[in-house]
C-alpha cells in the first residue's frame, strides 16, 4: 500500500515542505508527470512545472492537495449519501454525490462518485 | 433486514467502534474509548437505528440486538488495530472531524462494496493519514 504513486507524492510533497526543495531527478519527474496526468492537471502544464524544481515543488503540493482534498470530500459524500438514502431520502442522497460531482476534478473520484449514485438508485 | 442496517453491516459496525481505538487515537486507553463513544453520538430524537444504540450504549451491544462476531474475526480486526500507523503530522494535516466514524463506514463499505484492495490495509492508511486511500480500495 505504502509503495504506490499517489502516496509517494503526497510524501514527495510532505518532505518538499519541509526541507524547502525538492531534488528534481528523472524518477520525480516521470512520478510527477505520471500522478499530475491522473489528477486531471494538464500535460503542459505539468511539463512547465517540471522545467525547475521550485516550481516542481509547487506540482507536487497541487496533486498532493488534490489527492487529499479530493479523498475526504469523496468519502464524507459517499458515507452522507448512504445514511439519507438509508433513511429514505433517495433524493438527498444523490443531490450529495451530483454537488460533488460539479467540484471535483480527479477522474477517479469522479467514477467513484458516479458508481455510487448508480448503486443508490437501484 | 433495514437499508440502515445493510448499510453498517451489523457487527462489523460494532465491532470496530468497541476494538478498533486507531479510529480515536493510537494511544486511547478503554476508558477515553467508552467515553468518546459515548460523547461522539449524533443521533436525532428519532434515531432508533442499531448504530444510535451502540453509539449510546457501547458496553452493552446486546441491549441494542447485536450479536458477537465469530473469533477469527475478532483476531483479525484487533491485529488490524494493533498494527495502526501513528497519525500523520506536518504542514499537511489539517482538521478532520468525525473521523472516527469515518473510519468505521468506510471499512464497512469498502466490505460491502468489495471494493478492490485489502480493506483492512486501507483502514490502517486510512487511520494514519486520515485519507481514505481510493486509488487503492474504491473500484471494483
Redesign the interface.
Known amino acids: 500500500?505504502e509503495s504506490?504513486?499517489?502516496?509517494q507524492v503526497?510524501e514527495l510533497?510532505?518532505s518538499a515542505?519541509?526541507d524547502g526543495a525538492l531534488a528534481l531527478t528523472d524518477e520525480v519527474r516521470d512520478l510527477l508527470r505520471r500522478v499530475a496526468r491522473e489528477v486531471a492537471v494538464s500535460d503542459g502544464e505539468a511539463e512547465q512545472a517540471l522545467r525547475f524544481s521550485a516550481s516542481a515543488m509547487d506540482l507536487a503540493i497541487e496533486v498532493?492537495r488534490r489527492?487529499?482534498e479530493g479523498?475526504?470530500r469523496?468519502?464524507?459524500a459517499?458515507?452522507d449519501a448512504?445514511?439519507l438514502?438509508?433513511?429514505?431520502n433517495l433524493l438527498g442522497a444523490r443531490r450529495l454525490l451530483e454537488e460533488l460531482l460539479a467540484q471535483e476534478v480527479v477522474p477517479?473520484?469522479r467514477?467513484?462518485a458516479r458508481?455510487e449514485w448508480d448503486?443508490l438508485g437501484l | 433486514m433495514s437499508a440502515w442496517l445493510r448499510f453498517v453491516g451489523g457487527y462489523w459496525r460494532l465491532l470496530l467502534v468497541v476494538l478498533l481505538p486507531g479510529c480515536i487515537s493510537t494511544n486511547a486507553n478503554s476508558q477515553q474509548l467508552m467515553y468518546l463513544a459515548q460523547a461522539g453520538v449524533e443521533c436525532s430524537p428519532n434515531d432508533s437505528t442499531v448504530s444510535c444504540c451502540i453509539k449510546q450504549h457501547p458496553g452493552d451491544p446486546e441491549r441494542c440486538g447485536a450479536t458477537a462476531p465469530p473469533k477469527p474475526e475478532v483476531e483479525d480486526t484487533v491485529r488490524a488495530a494493533e498494527a495502526a500507523s501513528e497519525p500523520a503530522k506536518g504542514k499537511e494535516a489539517d482538521p478532520d472531524d468525525g473521523y472516527r466514524d469515518h473510519c468505521i463506514d468506510m471499512y464497512v463499505l469498502c466490505q460491502q462494496r468489495k471494493w478492490s484492495g485489502n480493506c483492512h490495509d486501507c483502514l490502517r492508511y486510512r487511520q494514519g493519514q486520515k485519507q481514505w486511500p481510493f486509488d487503492v480500495c474504491g473500484k471494483r
Open positions: 500500500l504506490r504513486d499517489w502516496h503526497q510533497a510532505k515542505q519541509r498532493s489527492i487529499r479523498s475526504r469523496l468519502s464524507r459517499i458515507v448512504n445514511r438514502h438509508a433513511s429514505g477517479l473520484y467514477e467513484i458508481n448503486e
